[in-house]
């Protein structure tokens, strides 16, 4: 027998086609720990490989750039009371180009200039319609960051006025098939529209930068504004709203840097941040961070893409556990055929080698059964996360590399235990009948079980916290009342003009309650802002008050409480002349109580002058943007002309909605020209600041309870094999009286404990990774005791119910059945 074993180790293909027909046997001798086994591994690396897909994805963003580890993004610190302004991720406009002619360490800069218009209306031989994400941009902007071109030359599309650079979906909504390269197209960004040639195509790339169509900085708009306009031109402290990248050259240190480019910032600008009253510096992100973990965006991608492979890995563990916990347990079965090939000779390498070979059979035919399941849950798993997620190009690679190394880490992981743990029976006692299971195993079963319930705890928690989170945010008191608010976005010159008529025709349909307009609406970030200072102060002591742009009734209409003053009357000509209505915040950072500013002057310094504004009103505290932000200083004003609105609310009847909308579009088209017609409801606006979060938190309660069904398959497969063992003892407990209820608590209390053990354990971790995610909002739910309660007592009820079918079964049977063999 030796002799056949030393020839089955020279020549090892009899003996691996001889392992893979006694793991087949295995597993079909024991069908049920086999299929619990596979059940759970093939919906572990199927969840695995799903949020593996998604991380991948999100890593991808900024990945095409050239030489990116060169790429930088130029930011701005402040220190000063410009609150809410502490970061920004730009700059004022020389600052950029100023930078590359001065410093050598600089190879190559760029502007990015936000247009004047959000949405941009676009027209070519009667086809019409609006596209956001324009950017006006610096001809040197391909040199810094890199897109590829179907048509055209990226070295020379900017370098002209007039010319436009246009995404492939942009140019196919316009020309479908036909080249787009040197045709027209009239672009009206907020005021009339002016005649651009396309000079490229791009293919959209992933990137932070999600931009349909780049204009040449060389043309009109805003453009001209940072080119021409002395306001903007030659600003060095204010005015910061350029973005601006660049290149370093090789070899050159980005903290180096930084302290050259404060250098130059000070040579000229230091008499223009004196004179607005403010400390600023400058500093470099990089590119490649910008998506994920950009501090000055507040971007909290990474925490989230921590969460999910957090999730991805103990979904894995989870079902490794199942594995070795079911594996371990139901050693008993295969005691004596492991003594009896000791016996015969087998080495206990050889014994490793088998029981590895059997954990390796079930996780390949859980990977197969997996990638069946990613390809079915893909297009759901899209609709979940919002991505768009297809195999192709990279992530097939990748893909099958996660294959290759789940499949072993896996297989490893799941049956390395096992293997040790039963190569290690003495055959002697096994085949005399004294073998028993050892203290260590039951005891590591003990804590495997527990970690898995400590695991499934601290997810239900973070669902229920984050589930709290979002419907405190849906349903908190904003300061302003959104319900039934129509915006209408004025995006053209035509249809700015022609606000005060629309206004006057809305107002006397019956279904319209009112009619206002604003430029920047709840929802949306105030990017105009003045710092004002008290009579007797001065810019040093200025404080930053972001501006707002609104119409006569702007705040009834919203329902913002007026705590102090007046509001502004109808007459646009006595109230623009400097009158201004602040927020309780405001009034809080002057140190002046909201009676006491009525009538109060406030003054702002810009380039020697001096410009008088005076407080007519303070309002009450609202929440302008996302619950995330804290409240910051605003204030009202009302414009000259009523072409500065960029939006007219609407607020109308909730009976009928579809018949108002109806009468307003038709109002619309008789009067405006030139735009077609949109809206939009402010409700859904302001809810759309959270669809990252209510995406993230739809992955986290989808893969927590998935997680949860993992761990009743491992449960219900130990709860079987415990029943299975005390059969005979149920027996004779049944024959000395036990009741049904009796038994099945026996059976359960065990369980039970363990459950409650992984609650205390699970408690303060949840307690604590959820006050974390909590200091991202300024606004947050508490954590109460009631949320890990909720998620205990679940656990404990689910764990119960896993382990009742089979306590009832054991509970049920015939003793005299169980008994007859004593």
């Avoid at 893409?305 to 103990?314: D, G, T």
């Avoid at 307690?767 to 909720?790: R, S």
Wanted: hydrophobic share 45%; charged share 20%; with cysteine.
């Amino acid at each position: 027998m030796a002799l056949i074993w030393l020839e089955r180790a020279t020549n090892p293909a009899p003996m691996l086609h001889n392992y893979f027909k006694i793991a087949l046997r295995s597993l079909m001798r024991t069908k049920v720990y086999s299929l619990i086994n596979i059940s759970g591994l093939s919906l572990g690396i199927a969840c695995c490989l799903l949020l593996s897909l998604y991380v991948y994805d999100e890593f991808g963003y900024d990945s095409h750039h050239a030489r990116l580890d060169d790429l930088y993004r130029i930011d701005t610190q402040f220190e000063a009371n410009l609150v809410g302004f502490d970061k920004l991720g730009s700059v004022s406009p020389p600052i950029p180009m100023t930078l590359k002619e001065e410093l050598p360490e600089i190879e190559v800069a760029t502007r990015l200039v936000p247009s004047f218009s959000n949405q941009n209306l676009i027209q070519y031989e009667g086809n019409k319609f609006y596209e956001p994400n324009a950017l006006v941009a610096d001809s040197t902007l391909f040199d810094v960051l890199t897109y590829e071109f179907t048509e055209g030359n990226p070295k020379k599309a900017l370098a002209d006025a007039n010319t436009v650079v246009i995404s492939e979906a942009m140019a196919k909504k316009l020309f479908g098939s036909e080249p787009a390269l040197d045709k027209s197209i009239l672009i009206s960004q907020g005021g009339d529209p002016v005649n651009y040639k396309i000079t490229g195509v791009f293919k959209k790339p992933k990137s932070f930068l999600d931009v349909n169509f780049f204009t040449s900085i060389m043309s009109e708009g805003s453009g001209a504004y940072v080119r021409n306009d002395p306001e903007a031109s030659n600003e060095w402290a204010g005015q910061n709203f350029v973005g601006g990248y660049l290149r370093l050259a090789p070899g050159h240190s980005k903290e180096a840097v930084e302290k050259k480019i404060n250098e130059v910032l000070v040579k000229y600008g230091s008499e223009d941040m004196k004179a607005l009253g403010i400390t600023k510096t400058l500093f470099l992100e990089p590119v490649k961070d910008i998506y994920l973990k950009s501090q000055v965006d507040k971007s909290q991608r990474i925490t989230y893409i921590y969460v999910i492979v957090s999730i991805a890995l103990f979904i894995l563990v989870l079902a490794c556990i199942n594995f070795m916990n079911l594996s371990t347990a139901k050693a008993t079965k295969r005691a004596s055929e492991i003594g009896i090939r000791k016996v015969m000779g087998a080495f206990r390498s050889s014994l490793i080698r088998l029981i590895l070979g059997e954990a390796m059979l079930v996780v390949m035919i859980s990977i197969i059964i997996s990638i069946l399941l990613v390809q079915a849950a893909l297009p759901v798993f899209n609709h979940l996360s919002g991505k768009e997620i297809t195999f192709s190009g990279g992530n097939i690679i990748f893909f099958g590399a996660a294959l290759i190394i789940l499949t072993i880490v896996t297989g490893v992981a799941a049956g390395s235990y096992p293997a040790f743990y039963i190569s290690s029976f003495q055959p002697a006692e096994v085949l005399k009948g004294k073998f028993k299971l050892s203290s260590a195993s039951g005891t590591l079963r003990q804590a495997l079980v527990v970690f898995q319930f400590v695991v499934a705890i601290v997810l239900v928690c973070g669902m229920l916290v984050i589930s709290r989170q979002l419907s405190y945010m849906k349903d908190k008191d904003l300061g302003f009342d959104p319900n039934a608010k129509i915006i209408v976005p004025l995006r053209t010159a035509d249809a700015k003009k022609k606000y005060e008529s629309l206004r006057s025709s809305l107002e006397q349909m019956s279904a319209i309650k009112g009619v206002s307009a604003v430029t920047y609406p709840p929802g949306s970030n105030i990017f105009n802002d003045m710092a004002f200072y008290l009579e007797g102060g001065n810019m040093d002591n200025a404080i930053l008050n972001r501006r707002n742009n609104v119409d006569a009734g702007y705040l009834e209409q919203l329902g913002i409480k007026l705590i102090a003053g007046r509001t502004f009357s109808p007459n646009r000509e006595n109230e623009s002349k400097g009158n201004l209505i602040i927020n309780r915040t405001s009034a809080k950072k002057f140190g002046v109580e909201p009676e006491k500013m009525i009538g109060q002057k406030l003054y702002f310094d810009w380039q020697g002058k001096t410009y008088s504004f005076q407080v007519i009103g303070v309002m009450e505290d609202y929440n302008q943007t996302s619950l995330k932000d804290p409240i910051i200083p605003i204030a009202f004003e009302v414009p000259e002309s009523q072409d500065r609105y960029g939006n007219m609310i609407v607020s109308v009847n909730t009976q009928a909605f579809s018949e108002t909308i109806a009468l307003i579009e038709d109002t619309w088209k008789k009067q405006v020209e030139d735009a077609p017609f949109e809206y939009t409801f402010l409700d859904d606006n302001i809810q759309q600041q959270y669809e990252e979060d209510r995406r993230i938190s739809s992955i986290i309660t989808y893969f927590t309870a998935i997680a949860i069904i993992i761990c009743c398959l491992g449960l219900y497969g130990l709860s079987s094999f415990m029943a299975e063992r005390r059969l005979k003892e149920i027996g004779v407990r049944k024959v000395m009286g036990a009741t049904v209820a009796q038994i099945m608590s026996m059976m359960s209390r065990e369980f039970v404990k363990l459950v409650l053990l992984a609650f205390v354990i699970a408690s303060p971790l949840a307690w604590y990774a959820m006050n974390q995610w909590l200091q991202a909002f300024e606004y947050k739910v508490a954590l109460d005791v009631t949320i890990f309660i909720l998620a205990g007592s679940g656990a404990v009820a689910i764990a119960l119910l896993t382990i009742s079918y089979e306590s009832l079964k054991a509970a049920n049977a015939d003793p005299a059945r169980t008994l007859r063999n004593e």
